[in-house]
């Protein structure tokens, strides 16, 4: 390790964890489905649409399939260089088209218009993604700071994600839902020109198409599909991630039932925010030594007890309380899950192998949503709390589910 730390000189380290830091940060605030639009979005379509919560989340589940293709893109951009530039270059178009879709968001006025608008954002956003991350893995292992890269990108995007969620939830307070949206859209739009910019901090070789690299790595590739451990955690994620989710139920439930103002909405997405990077420093301080399968364990059992701490939210102060606490366990579950997704790569094939594990997450979390708004308003007639204990059920059914885990590397 210490081998691959001076291949590359240090004022390298410095300007990539800029380069990292604004890109993400970008990233919580134009990401459709949890940046600055979110709120104002979900807020449009229940106040001058009547569209309930079975209605806002199977509609917008459309909005991930980007995030579910995301192997695609890795592929494309490893085999298919654009004006010489393996990354680049791809970077600026995916940018410019997230540009671009915001704007048309801002300049429409009905689902029909928006929601297309917004498919065309996340497949913007996912595009940036993904090349970010196979920037982070090629850089990760070139200069030993993997970790380090991994750690900007959740600080930074949370960070956004706070600021972003404030300022959706004040925009959604202060003006008509559609005023809110639209101008929630522009704010977006403008977050990826940042990215243009910093383009400047990364260093690419001159890349052309390389015919026998593709055939190497189309070999990996079959390889890759060929895995039975992959198709064992694929499945393993897939059944963690789909317990029903509330998320859609709960906006509906906080302000229709508790009376929380929009704004509030908008201060406790920070919180949970803040609860992710809480999240992380009690990962980096004391639970960083444990090996993948202890890990699970801990993320599973958080998640059923903070899922059930929702059973007990009845006024503001609660409210904080367990959306700070799930952020933290929100984050030892992605840490675990991530890490085990990494762990399991086969050789050669590391990149699609990541993203096709996150493509299965990117496909549960849709999914989820979508079932347990079914859940709240077709089973249990608007009724939050049996929903919470369906929920925390199927997230404790992942438990009996780690022994059929192939072995895993130890730390």
Request: charged content about 10%.
């Amino acid at each position: 390790m210490q081998g691959r730390q001076r291949m590359t000189p240090s004022p390298a380290i410095p300007r990539l964890m800029w380069f990292f830091a604004i890109v993400y940060a970008v990233e919580g605030i134009a990401q459709a489905k949890a940046g600055v639009v979110w709120q104002p979005l979900a807020h449009f379509l229940k106040e001058t649409q009547g569209w309930g919560p079975t209605e806002i989340s199977a509609s917008l589940a459309v909005v991930d399939i980007p995030w579910v293709i995301k192997p695609l893109y890795g592929l494309i951009s490893d085999f298919l260089p654009l004006f010489g530039s393996r990354r680049r270059a791809w970077l600026i178009v995916a940018n410019l088209a997230g540009v671009a879709a915001f704007a048309g968001v801002a300049l429409t006025g009905s689902p029909a218009g928006i929601v297309p608008a917004l498919v065309l954002t996340a497949l913007a956003m996912a595009i940036s993604s993904t090349l970010c991350g196979a920037l982070l893995v090629e850089n990760g292992q070139r200069t030993g700071h993997s970790s380090a890269f991994v750690n900007q990108q959740w600080l930074f995007f949370n960070i956004a994600l706070i600021a972003a969620s404030l300022a959706g939830g004040q925009l959604a307070e202060h003006l008509d839902a559609s005023a809110a949206l639209h101008t929630a859209a522009w704010i977006a739009a403008a977050a990826p020109l940042a990215v243009l910019p910093v383009l400047s901090l990364i260093q690419e070789a001159p890349s052309t198409i390389d015919i026998a690299a593709l055939r190497r790595r189309f070999g990996a590739l079959m390889q890759a599909l060929r895995s039975r451990v992959l198709w064992l955690i694929a499945g393993y994620l897939f059944c963690y991630y789909f317990s029903p989710g509330f998320g859609t139920p709960l906006y509906f439930h906080m302000t229709d039932k508790l009376g929380f103002s929009q704004g509030f909405v908008g201060l406790l997405s920070s919180v949970n925010a803040a609860g992710w990077i809480a999240g992380g420093l009690v990962y980096r301080w004391a639970l960083a030594r444990l090996d993948t399968p202890i890990m699970l364990r801990i993320s599973i059992a958080a998640g059923v007890v903070t899922t059930l701490a929702y059973l007990g939210m009845h006024g503001s102060v609660s409210a904080i309380s367990i959306y700070f606490v799930a952020g933290i366990a929100n984050m030892l579950a992605t840490i675990a899950t991530l890490t085990l997704a990494a762990e399991v790569c086969p050789e050669g094939a590391e990149g699609f192998g990541f993203a096709a594990l996150m493509s299965v997450i990117n496909i549960a979390t849709p999914l989820s949503d979508t079932a347990g708004s079914a859940l709240y308003e077709h089973a249990f007639a608007n009724n939050l709390t049996p929903l919470i204990v369906v929920s925390a059920a199927f997230t404790a059914l992942a438990w009996p589910l780690l022994r059929f885990m192939p072995p895993l590397p130890s730390r």
